[in-house]
């Protein structure tokens, strides 16, 4: 999910606990949304970002150490230092386990391993989280604008509807992959509709990109994109940004090829990801006389 969801999702889920256990509460909310303070490596430049996003901060060994630090700070500056590890980590893990069920996949078991999980169960914006989410901040604005802490009903409601949404979603996943065309690479959960999902194929030299409804199992929005990888294969792969996005994504393509008198234009993006047709993830990459690599341009 988006930092933003994972905070407010945080928060309805604490709230209600923070009249018993403030520090606990307090470390959950903080939990939920500290394992994307890893988009600070953009700092250091597009490649860092690419290579430490959704690594180490979203591992359990790394929650587990971060957690017995938080212990041991917190309990020497007069805090319970249990509440505050248990809150943490929770709230990390919670954080973790969610990023686990999208489409890019994060690296669980870092620094021991490096291969990133994910499910694709659920697209990291999804509306009906959202808005049943921001329902719920309602709720608890309400209840603290007449100086009233929530029940803990909003939380347990809260949790339950995630428990069993999210369980909807693995079964309309399931169903989709089953009604999926044969050699089909990826079904990625779209925004809007829990039982739409955009799929891709791997052909001879092309994709067939479609939409697929995991109701009746029909095809919409079909199209075939050529793909133009094999004549440049050997210079992509001394390009850090293209391997590092192919490790993300095996659709991650060259789409298109421009040529002038003096230069050639390689267009590449992420043939899975098709929600919002933006430029997040497209890669261009500008070839001068021989194949030389004259610039390089990765919007992240």
Same mark, same amino acid.
């Given at each position: ?96 386990? /969610?990023?686990? #069920?999208?489409? &890019?996949?994060?690296? *669980?078991? @870092?620094?021991?391993?490096? %291969?990133?999980?994910? =499910? ?31 029940? /803990?009903?909003? #939380?347990?409601? &809260?949790?339950?509807? *995630?428990? @069993?949404?999210?369980?909807? %979603?693995?079964?309309? =996943? ?127």
């Amino acid at each position: 999910m988006d930092i933003v969801t994972h905070g407010m999702m945080g928060v309805v889920i604490a709230a209600p606990f923070m009249a018993d256990y403030p520090e606990a509460s307090i470390a959950f909310m903080m939990g939920s949304v500290a394992p994307d303070l890893d988009a600070m490596s953009r700092i250091a430049g597009r490649r860092r970002f690419l290579k430490f996003h959704q690594t180490y901060s979203h591992a359990f060994p790394v929650i587990a150490a971060i957690a017995a630090a938080a212990y041991v700070v917190s309990a020497a500056l007069g805090f319970p230092g249990l509440h505050v590890a248990l809150g943490l980590a929770l709230g990390m893990c919670f954080h973790s386990v /969610l990023d686990f #069920s999208n489409t &890019y996949g994060i690296t *669980l078991l @870092a620094p021991f391993s490096n %291969r990133r999980f994910c =499910r694709e169960w659920v697209f990291f914006i999804d509306l009906p989280v959202i808005a049943v989410t921001v329902g719920a901040l309602y709720v608890l604005y309400s209840e603290l604008a007449r100086a009233k802490m929530p029940g /803990l009903e909003l #939380s347990y409601g &809260y949790m339950a509807f *995630l428990v @069993a949404y999210w369980m909807v %979603r693995i079964v309309l =996943r399931r169903r989709a992959g089953r009604l999926a065309p044969e050699g089909t690479a990826s079904l990625l959960p779209t925004t809007f509709v829990p039982w739409k999902f955009i799929g891709a194929r791997p052909l001879d030299g092309e994709v067939h990109l479609f939409d697929l409804s995991a109701v009746h199992g029909r095809l919409s929005r079909e199209s075939l994109q050529k793909i133009h990888d094999g004549p440049y294969a050997t210079i992509l792969e001394a390009i850090p940004e293209y391997q590092a996005m192919r490790a993300l994504s095996p659709l991650y393509q060259v789409v298109r090829v421009q040529k002038d008198e003096q230069n050639v234009t390689l267009t590449c993006r992420d043939l899975r990801t098709r929600n919002f047709d933006t430029r997040f993830g497209e890669l261009l990459v500008t070839l001068g006389s021989g194949g030389t690599v004259q610039a390089v341009e990765l919007n992240v």
